[in-house]
């Protein structure tokens, strides 16, 4: 009789140890952030600072996966598809919600994965050819009101945050603007507003601001709903149609099904890891706002209320993919 008692405690003593074992602490292995932009892009510079400081934080290995293509489609699916226990993470612009509207079996980042927090954000900054003369936001909508169709105006895409930007300027303010997508950026944008092909631009402040301080480029506006110290002096949309303002962001996200308690410790770790000064500078320096961990808490209202705003001026100005 005592063996068996001793042996039954035996197995109970395995019994807990291999529950121990099967639910160990968090993170017991390297975390992934999937990044669904091309090494090298400004995104994937940023997501590095953020995973090495990271790294430090929760105490152990976080790999950036670059996979790109199809406007962010692999990278997404890639983790909409990973298994649910925090080890898989990833890092996207405001065009989650943009491509379910646009794009064939992109997924509804509401309904397939969940918003961890957000990183940055950017307004975008409509700007003019020096040469028009247009120097204000009440100029600009002047001249578009008088001269129907004749300012052609450059994004770098088709339902891309300055294009809705764009549109939701068109809307509120009663103004026919052409608008012309650029695959290549506003680089190449640059040259045909260079060359008079192009009168304006809406695009980020890291791309156009340098052209504005050479004289090349005048700002009309920025797209933000108030103002930005990094943008003094910049009008903001919002003042006179704050219907069309438009905020790009990134964030992270971790695929539907992720354990509560996982979730509360990335988020911890995240908002401590935003707030780094070193992820802060590399921020700026590409013209992102750093989100405050103050504001965590508004990203999955933000990731909805965008995907709903944004899917409606698609859907009523017929935009659809090139």
Not at 45 to 70: F, H, I, M, P, S
Not at 298 to 322: K, S, W
Request: charged share 15%; with cysteine.
């Amino acid at each position: 009789m005592k063996i068996l008692k001793s042996l039954a405690g035996v197995g109970v003593l395995c019994s807990l140890l291999a529950a121990t074992l099967g639910h160990a602490a968090y993170p017991e292995r390297p975390l992934t952030i999937v990044v669904p932009f091309p090494a090298g892009s400004a995104a994937d510079a940023n997501v590095r600072v953020l995973a090495e400081r990271l790294k430090t934080t929760l105490g152990t290995a976080v790999v950036v996966d670059n996979k790109a293509g199809a406007n962010g489609l692999i990278g997404t699916k890639a983790v909409v598809g990973a298994a649910p226990d925090g080890y898989t993470l990833l890092y996207h612009s405001t065009s989650i919600v943009i491509s379910p509207w646009l794009v064939k079996g992109a997924p509804d980042p509401t309904k397939t994965l969940v918003p961890l927090a957000q990183v940055a954000s950017t307004p975008y900054v409509i700007t003019v050819r020096s040469q028009l003369g247009i120097r204000s936001l009440a100029e600009f909508v002047a001249y578009a009101k008088s001269k129907p169709g004749a300012l052609a105006c450059s994004t770098y895409g088709v339902g891309s945050p300055p294009h809705i930007a764009l549109e939701l300027l068109k809307q509120s303010a009663g103004i026919d603007v052409l608008h012309v997508p650029y695959k290549s950026g506003f680089a190449g944008a640059l040259v045909d507003l260079e060359s008079g092909q192009l009168q304006c631009a809406v695009d980020l402040p890291a791309n156009v601001m340098p052209h504005v301080a050479r004289g090349a480029l005048a700002t009309v506006a920025a797209t933000a709903p108030s103002g930005l110290p990094s943008l003094k002096g910049v009008p903001v949309l919002s003042t006179d149609y704050p219907a069309a303002a438009v905020v790009g962001w990134s964030g992270l996200f971790a695929p539907i099904g992720t354990p509560p308690e996982v979730l509360k410790q990335l988020d911890a770790a995240l908002r401590q890891t935003i707030a780094d000064p070193t992820v802060v500078t590399s921020l700026q320096n590409v013209g992102m706002s750093p989100t405050p961990p103050a504001e965590q808490p508004e990203f999955a209202p933000r990731v909805a209320n965008d995907l709903a705003r944004f899917g409606e001026i698609i859907r009523r100005n017929g935009i659809t993919a090139q």
